[in-house]
């Protein structure tokens, strides 16, 4: 089964996140959480963010412990760019990209039992109530 979760239009560059999501991606969810509270990167605190939602996800929409899951993949795509210019000598301007980046985390379950989806349950109205509407 896989479940995903994703962020985006992310004001980091995708670059910088790429380099922080290299030192997670082997890592079991979980022990990624851990570590990221202590990487001082920017995209940290986003990134653990994210795999937390993927996480949250799996157990609630799914059943799926946290210990079974696994990283299948780990997106990190361009955004759109905001358009900036700086003022240079010679009344001339130099333009400034200032990226932003689409995160994408995919995790799957390492056995492939998962429980089917809690369905909610709808409790039928009583026959005294629709006596009671039917009144009005």
Known sequence: MIIEASAKNIRISPEKVRLVVAQI?????????????????????????????????????????????????????????LKRYQPVARGRAHHILKRSSHIKIVLESKTGEIKSPKTPQIAEASKESKRIKDDK
Do not use: R, T
């Not at 994210?50 to 993949?73: M, P, R």
């Open 25 to 81: 991606k082997k890592m079991p969810p979980q022990k990624a959480v851990q570590m990221l509270s202590f990487v001082n990167k920017s995209p940290s605190p986003v990134l653990k963010k994210v795999i937390a939602s993927a996480i949250a996800n799996a157990k609630n929409n799914h059943g799926v412990s946290q210990k079974d899951l696994i990283f299948k993949e780990i997106l990190v795509g361009k955004g759109s760019m």
